[in-house]
């Protein structure tokens, strides 16, 4: 029974995202029903979140009918405005017919070991990181038993949330939209959940690159991001760097996909879904700011047969819609972050100080085996072959964003507000394998972009 409640649940945030997709966007090419089902995941996951949040100054105790209420109202508004086109999209792409040869047959077959290794890690393991356990998982509980969005007593835990106070709650949020299905707090089904993030993010990656190039590289690409060690384990612990990687990689995917085929629904889609990444965790924001910089960079640099002004208009103000509602609930909790506190005379003296120590760990980390498999070394061979001989120019967009992002975290720990530099050794050390995760998937990206040239498909 409670798996069927667990199910529900999915189902209700999936038809959500689904009736949204069919009222914003229409592509001009129709998208294959597998990724429409991802994007109505994503988007519902968004919209069910915010709508707890927004939902929390209406009503003093939030309560599973408001929210199933919402999703009613939205429903009936698409269902006179859509009538017989909801649960239809026209001109759905046929399916290719595909020689499954044996190299085929084995990289599906690894595909699905890993998904259901990751589902079956999910049920079993206790949670089992600091950070799944005493932010997000505490989070979500403290929601779901005080039914309602507890303004001061989370900031008195400081022992449980470890004092990130600003940090975002799309997914404590809809962690806790589970556990009013379930009613009760059943950590093993939310991390399911959380493991959902991790199908999407192969999938969004599948569907992009099957555009480009032949399903045998398609599948051995989405099998090196599957099996990526760190990747793999942080799918099934409830930690929020996956579901940050799902918005963020699909937010750029999106966009990525709007330079080349000049469609405005993808540029819109890439926009929401990098918003709804500012809201995962605070790393969404620097993110969005670099994948900003990298656009302002690429429409200097390239000739694209595009609106910049309308591209570049849209990619900043969007995400800054989205995310605004909590920049405003900061400001007037008089929540915020103590990183900003160094005085900028002294971070010069801190970066010569800090900067050997974090490129030093950096390049020891993506240099480990163990964590990457071979990803990092493929990426540095990759862009010194791309500098030499690009084969698509425009993938110089991800090496920015990847350039700027890895600036932030530098930046971040440099500002870092601690005299010892062995507490900075420390921060690193605890973080260093969850940020690289975080610009891993691009770096993959644009491996393909660059060494995929012979499984080019026309």
Not at 274 to 294: D, I
Request: with cysteine; net charge positive; hydrophobic share 55%.
């Amino acid at each position: 029974m409670i798996f069927l409640k667990f199910t529900f649940s999915i189902f209700t945030i999936i038809i959500s995202g689904w009736v949204i997709l069919k009222l914003l966007f229409h592509p001009k090419e129709s998208l294959p029903f597998g990724e429409i089902v991802i994007l109505s995941f994503g988007i519902g996951t968004g919209f069910v979140g915010l709508a707890i949040f927004f939902l929390s100054f209406i009503v003093d105790f939030i309560n599973i009918n408001y929210l199933l209420l919402i999703e009613v109202l939205l429903f009936i508004f698409a269902f006179f405005k859509l009538k017989n086109n909801l649960f239809s999209w026209p001109n759905l792409p046929r399916k290719q017919k595909s020689t499954y040869l044996p190299i085929t047959i084995f990289f599906i077959s690894i595909l699905i070991w890993e998904i259901t290794y990751v589902f079956l890690d999910s049920l079993s393991l206790p949670f089992t990181a600091w950070d799944a356990w005493a932010q997000w998982g505490c989070r979500a509980k403290m929601f779901f038993i005080e039914k309602t969005f507890p303004f001061h007593p989370w900031t008195e835990l400081p022992w449980l949330t470890a004092g990130h106070f600003d940090s975002p709650l799309l997914v404590p949020f809809l962690e806790a939209y589970i556990y009013f299905f379930l009613r009760q707090i059943h950590e093993p089904l939310v991390r399911v959940f959380c493991s959902f993030y991790y199908i999407g993010t192969i999938a969004l990656f599948y569907y992009h690159l099957k555009k480009q190039f032949n399903i045998n590289f398609v599948l051995a690409s989405c099998f090196c991001l599957a099996t990526m060690p760190n990747f793999l384990h942080m799918a099934s612990i409830g930690y929020m760097e996956v579901p940050l990687i799902f918005y963020v990689t699909g937010g750029i995917l999106y966009i990525w996909r709007y330079l080349k085929e000049k469609d405005n629904s993808f540029l819109l889609l890439g926009s929401l879904f990098m918003g709804l990444g500012t809201w995962v965790k605070s790393e969404g924001l620097s993110f969005w700011v670099a994948l900003f910089l990298s656009c302002i960079l690429i429409c200097l640099l390239l000739k694209l047969n595009i609106n910049k002004r309308r591209f570049l208009s849209t990619v900043s103000s969007v995400p800054l819609l989205i995310y605004s509602p909590w920049l405003i609930f900061l400001y007037i909790m008089g929540i915020k972050t103590d990183l900003f506190e160094t005085p900028f005379k002294d971070l010069i003296n801190l970066a010569k100080e800090r900067l050997p120590l974090i490129l030093t760990t950096w390049i020891k980390n993506g240099s480990d085996l163990r964590q990457w498999n071979i990803l990092w070394v493929v990426f540095i061979l990759s862009v010194i072959w791309f500098l030499i001989r690009p084969h698509e120019k425009r993938a110089m967009f991800f090496l920015f964003i990847i350039i700027f992002q890895t600036f932030f975290y530098f930046i971040i720990f440099i500002m870092w507000p601690s005299s010892l530099l062995g507490d900075i050794r420390v921060r690193i050390l605890q973080a260093v394998d969850r940020l690289i995760l975080g610009v891993a998937p691009m770096a993959l990206f644009f491996i393909c972009q660059q060494l995929g040239k012979k499984w080019k498909i026309d």
